[in-house]
Nanobody, 123 residues
Framework: VQLQASGGGLVQPGGSLRLSCAVS????????IGWFRQAPGKEREGVSCISGSDGRTYYEDSVKGRFTISRNDAGNTVYLEMNSLKPEDTAVYYC?????????????????WGQGTLVTVSS
């Protein structure tokens, strides 16, 4: 099982980025995929996730209406579209495979993690 996150970078406040999580070794239908982030000096927190079975989604309150998670089953990729970015969105973003197909923001319910991609929102 492998997950590889990409798409991070430097963006001005109000800008947009799209993160990608390319997965291999399993089928997206069988497992939920979550996006987490960790800012300097803070704990890793759940941002969004998408279920494996029915595509149900979850968003942390601070990103609702700004971030959109989606997946391309044929391409084995999960995306996180981030709009109206704020300085407080600055963090290393990780994607992870859940233990099951159900969504969860609890990082202990995820077992395989990608390497992370840095998002910096600054003018």
């Amino acid at each position: 099982v492998q997950l590889q996150a990409s798409g991070g970078g430097l963006v001005q406040p109000g800008g947009s980025l799209r993160l990608s999580c390319a997965v291999s070794g399993f089928t997206l239908d069988d497992y939920a995929i979550g996006w987490f982030r960790q800012a300097p000096g803070k704990e890793r927190e759940g941002v969004s996730c998408i279920s494996g079975s029915d595509g149900r989604t979850y968003y942390e309150d601070s990103v609702k209406g700004r971030f959109t998670i989606s997946r391309n089953d044929a391409g084995n990729t999960v995306y996180l579209e981030m709009n109206s970015l704020k300085p407080e969105d600055t963090a290393v973003y990780y994607c992870a495979q859940a233990l099951s197909s159900s969504t969860s923001d609890d990082r202990t319910r995820y077992r395989y993690w990608g390497q992370g991609t840095l998002v910096t929102v600054s003018s």
